[in-house]
Protein backbone atom coordinates (compact mmCIF):
# COMPACT_ATOMS: atom_id res chain seq x y z
CA UNK A 1 0.00 0.00 0.00
CA UNK A 2 2.94 2.65 0.90
CA UNK A 3 4.87 1.27 -2.40
CA UNK A 4 1.92 2.16 -4.38
CA UNK A 5 1.17 5.45 -2.79
CA UNK A 6 5.12 6.63 -3.17
CA UNK A 7 4.48 5.35 -6.86
CA UNK A 8 1.29 7.32 -7.18
CA UNK A 9 2.99 10.49 -5.91
CA UNK A 10 6.12 9.82 -8.22
CA UNK A 11 3.65 9.53 -10.89
CA UNK A 12 2.12 12.80 -9.69
CA UNK A 13 5.36 14.58 -9.71
CA UNK A 14 6.29 13.50 -13.03
CA UNK A 15 3.18 14.81 -14.41
CA UNK A 16 3.35 17.94 -12.67
CA UNK A 17 7.23 18.33 -14.07
CA UNK A 18 6.06 17.91 -17.70
CA UNK A 19 3.26 20.38 -17.06
CA UNK A 20 5.90 23.07 -15.54
CA UNK A 21 8.13 22.19 -18.64
CA UNK A 22 5.72 22.91 -20.93
CA UNK A 23 4.34 25.98 -19.86
CA UNK A 24 8.25 26.94 -19.56
CA UNK A 25 8.58 25.84 -23.30
CA UNK A 26 5.23 28.18 -24.23
CA UNK A 27 6.91 30.82 -22.15
CA UNK A 28 9.63 30.57 -23.90
CA UNK A 29 8.57 30.63 -27.61
CA UNK A 30 6.17 33.26 -26.46
CA UNK A 31 8.89 35.46 -25.33
CA UNK A 32 10.96 34.66 -28.30
CA UNK A 33 7.79 35.32 -30.63
CA UNK A 34 7.72 38.68 -28.83
CA UNK A 35 11.76 39.48 -29.67
CA UNK A 36 11.01 38.43 -32.78
CA UNK A 37 8.41 40.84 -32.91
CA UNK A 38 10.02 43.42 -31.37
CA UNK A 39 13.15 42.87 -33.96
CA UNK A 40 10.73 43.82 -36.85
CA UNK A 41 9.36 46.59 -36.08
CA UNK A 42 12.66 48.16 -34.99
CA UNK A 43 13.99 47.45 -38.66
CA UNK A 44 10.79 48.71 -39.94
CA UNK A 45 10.95 51.96 -37.69
CA UNK A 46 14.56 52.09 -39.06
CA UNK A 47 13.46 51.69 -42.99
CA UNK A 48 11.27 54.27 -42.26
CA UNK A 49 13.72 56.92 -40.87
CA UNK A 50 15.78 56.25 -43.47
CA UNK A 51 13.35 56.71 -46.29
CA UNK A 52 11.91 59.87 -44.73
CA UNK A 53 15.73 61.32 -44.89
CA UNK A 54 15.95 60.21 -48.28
CA UNK A 55 13.06 61.99 -49.48
CA UNK A 56 13.75 65.24 -47.51
CA UNK A 57 17.42 65.52 -49.26
CA UNK A 58 16.35 64.80 -52.08
CA UNK A 59 13.20 67.34 -51.88
CA UNK A 60 16.27 69.59 -50.61
CA UNK A 61 18.47 68.70 -53.23
CA UNK A 62 15.48 69.28 -56.03
CA UNK A 63 14.77 72.60 -54.32
CA UNK A 64 18.63 73.65 -54.94
CA UNK A 65 18.68 72.43 -58.51
CA UNK A 66 15.61 74.63 -59.55
CA UNK A 67 17.00 77.87 -58.11
CA UNK A 68 20.02 76.96 -59.76
CA UNK A 69 18.25 76.79 -63.01
CA UNK A 70 15.91 79.96 -62.61
CA UNK A 71 19.12 81.85 -61.19
CA UNK A 72 21.20 80.96 -64.29
CA UNK A 73 19.05 80.71 -67.48
CA UNK A 74 15.99 83.15 -65.67
CA UNK A 75 13.51 80.44 -66.00
CA UNK A 76 10.54 80.39 -63.88
CA UNK A 77 10.00 76.45 -63.28
CA UNK A 78 8.02 76.09 -59.94
CA UNK A 79 8.38 72.81 -58.22
CA UNK A 80 4.16 72.56 -57.97
CA UNK A 81 4.39 72.03 -61.90
CA UNK A 82 7.89 69.17 -61.78
CA UNK A 83 4.99 67.49 -59.29
CA UNK A 84 2.05 68.34 -61.46
CA UNK A 85 4.22 66.20 -64.40
CA UNK A 86 5.33 63.43 -62.90
CA UNK A 87 1.95 63.20 -61.12
CA UNK A 88 0.74 62.73 -64.57
CA UNK A 89 3.94 60.73 -65.73
CA UNK A 90 2.98 58.18 -63.23
CA UNK A 91 -0.97 57.97 -64.30
CA UNK A 92 -0.03 56.73 -67.64
CA UNK A 93 2.37 54.31 -66.35
CA UNK A 94 -0.12 52.92 -64.12
CA UNK A 95 -2.89 52.64 -66.54
CA UNK A 96 -0.43 51.17 -69.17
CA UNK A 97 0.70 48.78 -66.41
CA UNK A 98 -2.71 47.76 -65.48
CA UNK A 99 -3.33 47.21 -69.62
CA UNK A 100 -0.68 44.99 -69.64
CA UNK A 101 -1.34 42.90 -66.44
CA UNK A 102 -4.67 42.78 -67.75
CA UNK A 103 -3.52 40.99 -71.01
CA UNK A 104 -1.31 38.82 -69.75
CA UNK A 105 -3.77 37.38 -66.95
CA UNK A 106 -5.97 36.85 -69.89
CA UNK A 107 -3.51 34.90 -71.97
CA UNK A 108 -2.55 32.53 -69.14
CA UNK A 109 -5.96 32.09 -67.85
CA UNK A 110 -6.07 27.93 -67.71
CA UNK A 111 -9.21 25.40 -68.02
CA UNK A 112 -8.91 22.47 -67.05
CA UNK A 113 -11.02 19.62 -68.47
CA UNK A 114 -11.17 15.68 -66.97
CA UNK A 115 -11.20 13.30 -70.32
CA UNK A 116 -13.21 9.99 -69.51
CA UNK A 117 -12.89 6.89 -70.94
CA UNK A 118 -15.42 4.47 -73.19
CA UNK A 119 -17.02 3.38 -69.74
CA UNK A 120 -17.14 7.05 -68.49
CA UNK A 121 -14.56 6.81 -65.91
CA UNK A 122 -12.10 10.08 -65.68
CA UNK A 123 -8.96 8.77 -66.72
CA UNK A 124 -7.18 12.15 -67.55
CA UNK A 125 -6.78 15.96 -67.19
CA UNK A 126 -6.10 18.82 -69.82
CA UNK A 127 -5.30 22.03 -69.47
CA UNK A 128 -5.66 24.02 -72.11
CA UNK A 129 -5.14 27.95 -72.27
CA UNK A 130 -8.51 29.83 -72.65
CA UNK A 131 -8.11 33.33 -75.14
Do not use: F, W
Request: aromatic share 0%; glycine share 2%; net charge neutral.
Amino acid sequence: MVIAQAEQAKAQAEVAKKQADSQLEMAKHAAEQARKQADLELKRQEMMMVDAREREQMAQNTALKIAEINAQYGAQIRQQDIDESIKREKAQIDAAVKVHATQVAKQTEKHIEVEHDEKGRPHKLVVRTVE
